[in-house]
């Protein structure tokens, strides 16, 4: 008789929404195994058999594709199990999938031992039960997926079903998180169980040798979603919105975009603001109507030759083209209407159309701007109701007054969860949201925490069963409708995932909103420091993490009992922004800071770079007088208020982003007020980069940066604020170039002091391309990839610092905590 094997395989990570029951489903066939093949509630899982030597080649296939993006597997288990004589193939639903007992176990082995990425595959499912009867987390979350190349030739194929159809997905691509109800991603939990598949979708769908096999957001012309447009039937638009009976829709919204109209479609994770990125009236519009004076635009292409004819190349657009889909900024361009569009940059945020439905309103124009139809602090809306709620709350704002558009492009396949776009710059994550998170991964199992990150770039995550979930962007936790917004959403995540946390974590920052977002009164709720959370994201990634930023209450002044101040004695600054960690046997110790400065005016100093300028001056003893003549348009009893505040007893910061501010408006900003964040620094970094072509002909001043170092606390302090007088006083005519280089000298002399093996950037600083670059020239510098260095990284460090506190093996001497 032939030998039969069996085996129960389970897998768990990015497995759901991603095509992988499908790939099981022929790579188990090709191998002429039988079983099913399921979603459960921690992933995905498949009982097969059948002969030992097919079932040793199919687990060695499954082995070699753990990496096969979309797909993400952090954990993969293999039991040996008896028989049970299936007879065929199949893949079944959730309610008809077997119960496990366990996923793991003494009994058990994980499938290729190797580590990967840190983890250990297997480690964390050994330690947790999956199936439906017995884990109450559901932890498999798909992102959404920019369409795919066989998606886009079958949409422009006239001979094909697709030809045209806006809403075209398959396995590989389409919706997802966005359309989510519920978890296992099964059709009956996502929005597109409103559209019953047609006969016609229904067989390809149940056909092992479509490329749509058992792909949940099928639908076609026939039985999918319908468009429906509001639009000002005359002139001028206070005449009033109305629905309009067309039976193109997206003609009509691509000959209204190409007369120069601006309106407001419904795109894959919300509503966004759309018009002709060639139009100067049209570019006017959109910043009026956003409220948006100075900040960059994105910019959406029609296709690649239409990108060429701007100045993109080739290899620019496949990175466009990817499954992300991502909003990259870029160099190089040369649109007409450049300087309208990013005033302040010498790039510009570009994209790809990510849906069909963004290709078929462009067929008049090669370029769209794209940008989020919310006004400031609101999260993008899902619905109509959502925008029409942002214009009622505008308080008078000209933002989103739905009324001032001319059109709106809606459909009726519901948002479950909006989202932004992510943004990338080079290999730098700018903004994780669609495409890139939700994302899971391994972590150590300490229970079901949830981390509620900072205040400014705002996302969630959370960690059940030695997997964490890092939730996509949700913005600036700003006013009382834009966070009541976002605790909606938080909500009906948490929910999505059946979660409830025992521990909580917020920012330590007395004035955080972050403590209002937590759903849960009953569990323990952990302040953490800010730039402890920011140090311990990326810890594990080197032995000297540089934590720079703008803005983080110091958890050490708070904890630890404040020395008297004077003139000449400061103790620990109250905002820290330019500090520097050892990880060192999983304790975090605090050996390096920027000198502090003092900060006068709260958050108008933030909002008004000179009074950072005065105090930082004062402060090392410049000459009133000099600051006159530096700030011409300020007036003199200002700056002599300012002024007499640094010399009395201000808040203190030793924050590197607040240096960059001050020494923006020494050189390029002057008395201006940022409109948007770090918009002083941005174009200070714009200036340097146009500098750089003409400096072999003008070597920069040489800085003696040991001299600026000293040793004060245990730590060893550099003195940037005297940086600020010689660069008021140089002849030399590349300033901007000048506040980057000798930033990065002083802070590469200070980390030689510990002879790293490999540093650590993270925070907002760092994604200041000239800095970084003039440091990693001088350092080791590693910059992470797999998440933002700004504040959305907050959460993961949140979550680390509570992991480790579990584990006793917190700060080392001078940060302790209890």
């Excluded at 075209?168 to 519920?182: E, F, K, L, N």
């Excluded at 940059?345 to 990510?354: D, Q, Y």
């Excluded at 620094?681 to 800085?703: F, H, Q, V």
């Excluded at 660069?727 to 280089?741: I, S, V």
Aim: aromatic share 6%; net charge neutral.
């Amino acid at each position: 008789m032939q030998t039969v094997t069996a085996y129960e395989i389970d897998l768990c990570g990015q497995v759901q929404g991603v095509g992988l029951r499908p790939f099981l489903f022929r790579l188990a066939s090709q191998n002429r195994l039988q079983g099913i093949i399921f979603n459960h509630p921690a992933g995905a899982g498949a009982d097969l058999e059948g002969d030992p030597e097919d079932l040793r080649i199919f687990l060695a296939q499954l082995r070699n594709n753990l990496n096969r993006p979309p797909l993400k597997i952090e954990n993969l288990f293999c039991r040996e199990t008896k028989p049970r004589g299936f007879s065929g193939l199949q893949l079944v639903e959730e309610k008809n999938a077997p119960a496990r007992s366990d996923c793991g176990g003494a009994d058990g082995a994980a499938l290729g031992g190797e580590a990967r990425q840190g983890a250990d595959l297997g480690a964390a499912v050994a330690r947790q039960a999956v199936g439906r009867q017995v884990v109450a987390v559901r932890l498999s979350a798909p992102p959404d997926l920019a369409t795919c190349e066989q998606c886009w030739q079958e949409y422009l194929d006239p001979a094909s079903r697709y030809y045209l159809y806006p809403f075209i997905s398959c396995t590989a691509c389409g919706p997802r998180w966005t359309v989510t109800r519920g978890l296992p991603f099964d059709r009956e939990r996502t929005s597109l169980a409103d559209f019953p598949l047609c006969p016609e979708c229904l067989e390809i769908y149940r056909n092992p040798l479509d490329r749509r096999f058992h792909a949940q957001t099928l639908s076609c012309p026939k039985c999918g979603p319908r468009l429906s447009l509001r639009a000002h039937l005359a002139h001028p638009r206070t005449v009033g919105a109305a629905e309009v009976e067309t039976p193109s829709p997206l003609w009509e919204v691509a000959k209204r975009l190409s007369s120069g109209e601006v309106g407001v479609l419904k795109g894959l994770g919300g509503f966004q603001l759309v018009a002709d990125a060639l139009n100067e009236q049209a570019i006017q519009r959109v910043r009026h109507l956003k409220a948006r004076p100075d900040q960059a635009l994105a910019v959406m292409f029609r296709d690649h030759r239409s990108f060429l004819r701007f100045g993109g190349t080739a290899e620019q657009w496949a990175l466009l083209k990817t499954p992300v889909g991502p909003i990259l900024s870029l160099p190089g361009l040369h649109l007409p209407t450049q300087k309208m569009l990013a005033p302040d940059l010498s790039e510009l945020g570009v994209m790809a159309p990510t849906t069909p439905l963004h290709l078929a309103v462009m067929t008049g124009i090669e370029a769209m701007v794209v940008t989020s139809a919310n006004r400031h602090g609101m999260p993008i809306p899902r619905s109509v109701q959502e925008l029409e709620f942002a214009n009622q709350t505008s308080s008078g704002s000209a933002a989103h007054a739905t009324k001032d558009v001319d059109f709106i492009l809606d459909h009726n396949r519901e948002i479950c969860f909006a989202i932004d776009d992510s943004v990338l710059r080079g290999d730098q994550i700018l903004r994780a949201a669609r495409g890139l998170r939700p994302q899971v991964e391994a972590c150590e199992d300490h229970g079901n925490i949830l981390a509620l990150g900072a205040d400014l770039k705002n996302s969630c995550a959370l960690t059940a069963g030695g997997l964490m979930i890092d939730l996509p962007y949700n913005g600036r936790l700003e006013n009382l409708q834009g966070l009541e917004e976002i605790r909606d959403r938080l909500k009906r995540q948490l929910d999505l995932f059946s979660f409830c946390p025992r521990e909580v974590a917020v920012d330590q920052h007395p004035q955080s909103v972050t403590p209002l977002l937590n759903l849960f009164p009953n569990a323990e709720v952990t302040r953490v420091p800010h730039h402890w959370a920011h140090a311990l994201a990326v810890a594990e990634d080197g032995d000297l993490i540089l934590a720079f930023d703008g803005t983080g209450w110091n958890g050490e002044a708070a904890m630890n009992e404040r020395r008297q101040r004077s003139r000449d004695v400061w103790g620990e600054p109250e905002i820290n922004g330019g500090e520097g960690y050892q990880f060192v046997d999983g304790r975090l110790h605090h050996v390096l800071q920027m000198a502090p400065l003092p900060l006068v005016g709260g958050d108008s100093a933030v909002r008004e770079p000179w009074k950072v300028l005065v105090t930082a001056l004062t402060s090392v003893g410049f000459p009133e007088e000099r600051l006159f003549d530096l700030l011409p348009r300020v007036a003199r009893a200002e700056i002599q208020v300012i002024a007499q505040l640094a010399r009395s007893t201000p808040l203190l910061c030793s924050s590197v982003g607040r240096w960059f501010d001050a020494a923006s408006a020494l050189i390029v900003f002057g008395s201006r007020t940022q409109t948007y964040e770090a918009q002083a620094p941005t174009i200070l970094e714009r200036d340097a980069d146009a500098s750089a072509t003409r400096l072999a002909d003008c070597p920069a001043p040489a800085l003696p940066a040991q001299s600026f170092l000293k040793e004060e606390n245990g730590k060893l302090i550099f003195e940037a604020a005297r940086l600020l007088p010689l660069m008021a006083e140089t002849g030399w005519p590349h300033r901007a170039w000048l506040a980057h280089a000798w930033m990065a000298e002083l802070v590469a002399s200070a980390v030689a002091k510990f002879s790293p093996r490999r540093v650590v950037g993270v925070g907002g600083v760092f994604q200041n391309e000239i800095f970084s670059k003039l440091l990693a020239a001088r350092v080791k510098l590693f910059r992470p990839t797999h998440t933002p260095v700004n504040d959305q990284s907050i959460a993961r460090g949140q979550l680390r610092y509570l992991q480790l506190r579990r584990r006793r093996e917190i700060f080392g001497t001078g940060a302790e905590h209890a």
